[in-house]
RNA sequence: GCGGUCGUGGCGGAAUCGGUAGACGCGUAGCGUUGAGGUCGCUAUGGAAGAAAUUCUGUGGAAGUUCAAGUCUUCUCGACCGCACCA
């Protein structure tokens, strides 16, 4: 008889969830474990900015790195898996401007109600290393690790033209700024001219660029990413003369073109430039209307070039020709030299404004194809360029650089887009500068005695700019060197900077601990085995943790010079988005589908357009709440859905049906474990299990297909093909319920089985497993206990069903021996009728057999 | 414009070395269970033709290599992402 399992009480997932969820946090069960003799594994989730509410974008994100680390700690490593809090930051500076609370408040308060959240999702953190970087210790540190960049010469202060971010009212570095606006605020971002804090980033350009080839964890598309952000290019600087005396450098990666040359272009913000606005009125012009142009991205890039001509000329380094300099807006002050010699036969932009200005335009790359066009920007030979003629590209340009060298005007360089990081931020809510400005001694550094320097409560947000600036007191200070009045830094830091070394601090054991960085700790834990998070911190974050690290190994702190050995980057949580025709956005329970199939507002019957999936933000009204879900359905379905179905490096497309999908998976789970308990399944039967050997060959055929389900659930968790974890399990679990009435009879496979079923999902949907674990009556947690095996010689079937093709179609199948021979499977698919008719008496030319695989006739 | 990733059912997606395309899930349909609905269990489900066995067709499009192509090569179309006056 079939087992009825209808009747089965429904899985009280609430009780259950909340008793493993207190157990796990009672019992401290995720310590991290430095003294294990065995292997070590630390995975990391990009910690979370405390905005007051987890979204399901974290808890995807999470849910794939507590997979990973339950999955490795019952493989036997030594996890570490902490969690923390990037603390500092401007929304809360902004909440509490509208709310009137404080800073701190707000994010300490925050810090608790998402701590809650991720207690309900039933992560598996270490709890006691839990730290906010705006906690006093945190920060303290940091401004230890800043005063010895200083020392080092890692930390530089200069006057520079810097990212303006009018709505955030501070600076924003060069990775801050995406397509002209700010990366939080949106904001159209200005350029000026401050005295900030810059770190020398670029001091490690050659080693950061180097590196990026051995970090093959890393995602092909990020490792692209930050090499073009370091954007380096080698080429050849040139100086040429002008008649009136300056000299103007240019650079230039193509100076095989050099005899093509027929103007130079110098940046409007060229020093010459400058100077020739004072006594040139039509260049002050330019220039003045240059400044007054739009900064905005699009509007730059689709710019017509325009320039002026300065009446200077050069002198051409080869043939002597005297070349015309102008002002053109297309030449970047902030790269290179800030000046170029231009070929406008070679570039595109060279080409416009030559067009534009009525300059010559002399070729000296002859192309194999006669059907080119002018710009020419490819491979070819050299003419019309005295020696150089007749060499290719590459050739000319040694040539050309060997020759400007010889004669004295060029030198070989290398140039970087790579900048200094800014770090200055006017801002209150942040880690605040350890230094001083003394009018006798200029700018003198904190004595690490005086550490930290600490945030003062008391300020006042009633007025617009940094609170710091205005408090009474606190930038008020002695200056360390002379003991005359001095004045604080009032600006703080960057809170990337925040971010960039709160790994290196979770890998110490005793939280408590006032060694900044424990050396044996971080050489034990790091690097991050497996590190998780968006994609958006490609050239952030990444970026400047790995110059962290290589700064803070040449100060000493540190043996570590990249942080992170694989890192994957999880997709977006997608959903579909409602407006009304004015362009309004609906929620989903506003919209209902109609009796002909189009979609409509419940209330009005207002047609209703139906978007694009995009990611969930409250202002296209499609975010879904986490607490909902996980009060409706529980924290258990909710992680296994974040990780089905899609893989999930790729964007995620919520589904309520898919939700439910999985609610209904957790409790056939429950149903099979009460059942399977009915029939006497239990710990002690796995004990006692001796093979399937002359056991009923329905249930052989279930054991050793399991075996196969364990491979393929394990290689899939290796590989991060979460989706593919699911399918498996509950292919093999699918199997188990088609062979229910057989459990009884059979109880100890069934232990067996059903025990390594609740350790493969254990990773995924812990409270349940955990439940039922207890239940059978196995010892420990289940990730106490060793990952499933398999055994290599159950993964092949005795038997395949083989398939057997005529001319490369399929025409039928014969079921064989695996090792069958290719005489015995011919004869068999000769008696397919099949086959036969396929074959129609033509004679055989060929026959191609794969044992164990395949056998094809052509005729 | 440059660079990258990717195109497979109604949908999310599987497919190891080139060897039975569509695992698993969602949706849909049917049968059983149930007083009914739901739940639950089973079955079916790429498309077209057929009562059925079966046949034809099918991985964005075109060509090529091969006994055999979703997979390899070339071209082409489309989508998404990143960078973008970088000399």
């Not at 038997?799 to 069958?820: E, S």
Request: proline letters at 4%; hydrophobic letters at 40%.
């Amino acid at each position: 008889m079939v087992a009825d399992l209808s009747e089965t009480a429904p899985y009280n997932f609430v009780e259950i969830e909340s008793k493993w969820r207190d157990f796990w946090l009672k019992n401290d069960s995720f310590h991290a474990d430095f003294n294990s003799s065995g292997k070590k594994y630390y995975v990391l989730e990009m910690f979370m900015y405390p905005s007051g509410k987890v979204h399901i974008g974290h808890v995807r994100n999470y849910t794939i790195g507590d997979i990973i680390a339950r999955f490795k700690r019952s493989c036997g490593f030594s996890v570490l898996h902490p969690v923390g809090w990037d603390a500092f930051g401007l929304p809360a500076e902004n909440a509490a401007l509208k709310s009137g609370g404080h800073p701190r408040d707000w994010t300490y308060k925050n810090i608790e109600i998402m701590k809650n959240q991720l207690l309900s999702l039933g992560f598996s953190y270490d709890w006691k290393r839990e730290f906010a970087t705006c906690d006093e210790k945190y920060y303290g540190f940091q401004q230890k690790i800043f005063l010895a960049f200083y020392k080092k010469g890692f930390v530089v202060r200069k006057e520079s033209e810097v990212n303006w971010d009018p709505v955030d009212n501070c600076v924003l570095a060069n990775e801050q700024v995406i397509g002209g606006c700010g990366w939080r605020s949106g904001a159209l971002v200005e350029k000026r001219v401050l005295s900030q804090w810059f770190l020398k980033i670029t001091s490690f350009v050659d080693e950061l660029l180097a590196e990026i080839d051995n970090l093959t964890g890393w995602p092909e598309k990020v490792r692209t990413m930050q090499r073009n952000w370091i954007g380096k290019s080698c080429g050849c600087s040139i100086r040429f003369k002008t008649n009136i005396g300056d000299e103007i450098v240019v650079f230039s990666t193509r100076p095989d073109t050099i005899f093509g040359a027929t103007f130079l272009a110098i940046s409007p913000g060229h020093p010459l430039a400058i100077k020739l606005a004072q006594t040139n009125e039509k260049i002050r012009t330019f220039i003045d209307d240059f400044k007054k142009g739009s900064v905005a991205q699009e509007i730059f890039d689709k710019q017509e070039k325009l320039g002026a001509d300065t009446g200077v000329v050069v002198e051409h380094p080869f043939s002597g020709e005297k070349l015309p300099v102008y002002v053109a807006n297309f030449v970047l002050m902030n790269y290179g030299t800030g000046a170029i010699f231009a070929t406008p036969a070679h570039d595109e932009r060279d080409h416009e404004f030559a067009l534009k200005y009525n300059l010559p335009i002399k070729k000296v790359v002859a192309s194999s194809d006669e059907n080119d066009e002018l710009p020419y920007v490819g491979d070819g030979v050299l003419i019309n360029s005295e020696f150089l003629n007749g060499l290719n590209v590459a050739e000319a340009k040694e040539a050309a650089i060997q020759k400007l060298c010889d004669i004295g005007v060029g030198k070989r360089e290398v140039f970087f887009k790579l900048l200094d990081w800014g770090v200055s931020r006017q801002r209150y809510w942040g880690c605040p500068i350890p230094m001083i400005h003394c009018e006798k001694c200029g700018i003198v550094p904190v004595e690490e005695k005086d550490l930290p320097v600490s945030l003062p409560y008391d300020v006042s947000f009633s007025e617009a700019g940094n609170p710091l600036d205005r408090h009474a007191t606190w930038k008020h200070v002695k200056c360390p060197c002379c003991g005359g009045d001095a004045r604080r830094e009032t600006d703080t830091l960057d809170t990337f900077f925040d971010s960039s070394w709160y790994f290196l601090r979770f890998c110490v054991n005793d939280p408590n601990s006032d060694n900044l960085l424990e050396k044996d700790d971080i050489k034990y834990w790091m690097r991050v085995d497996q590190y998780i998070g968006g994609v958006e911190h490609a050239v952030l974050h990444l970026l400047y943790s790995r110059f962290f690290s290589k700064a803070l190994s040449e100060c000493g702190f540190v043996d570590v010079r990249e942080p992170f050995e694989n890192l994957f980057t999880q997709g977006m949580v997608c959903n579909a988005t409602y407006r009304r025709e004015n362009g309004d956005w609906l929620f989903p329970e506003e919209v209902r589908k109609n009796s002909s199939g189009e979609y409509e507002v419940i209330k009005t019957g207002e047609k209703v357009i139906v978007g694009h999936l995009e990611k969930m933000s409250k202002s296209k009204k499609n975010v879904v709440d986490p607490d909902v879900i996980i009060k409706n359905y529980g924290a258990d379905a909710l992680r296994l859905f974040v990780v089905s179905d899609t893989p999930p490096d790729k964007d995620f497309p919520w589904s309520d049906e898919g939700l439910e999908g999985c609610w209904r998976f957790i409790n056939r789970m429950w149903r099979l474990f009460i059942y399977a308990k009915s029939c006497g399944i239990c710990a002690e039967k796995c004990g006692t299990f001796s093979g399937v050997d002359g056991a009923d060959p329905d249930i052989q055929k279930l054991y050793k297909n399991f075996h196969r389900t364990v491979k393929n659930v394990t290689d899939s968790l290796e590989e991060r093909s979460l989706n593919k974890v699911v399918a498996y399990i509950r292919d093999g679990v699918n199997s188990v319920y088609l062979l229910l009435e057989k459990m009884e009879t059979n109880a100890e496979v069934f232990s067996v089985i059903i025990r390594d079923i609740i350790k493969m999902l254990a990773p995924i949907t812990p409270h349940i497993c955990e439940e039922a674990w207890s239940m059978f009556g196995f010892e420990k947690l289940v990730c106490a206990n060793p990952w499933p095996s398999y055994n290599e010689a159950y993964l092949e079937d005795f038997t395949v069903d083989l398939p057997i093709q005529v001319n490369g179609k399929l025409r039928g199948t014969v079921t064989v021996d695996k090792d069958a021979g290719e005489d015995v499977v011919f004869e068999m698919a000769m008696q397919l009728p099949s086959v036969q008719s396929a074959i129609a008496g033509k004679p055989l030319k060929r026959k191609i057999f794969v044992k164990g695989k395949i056998l094809n006739l052509v005729v």
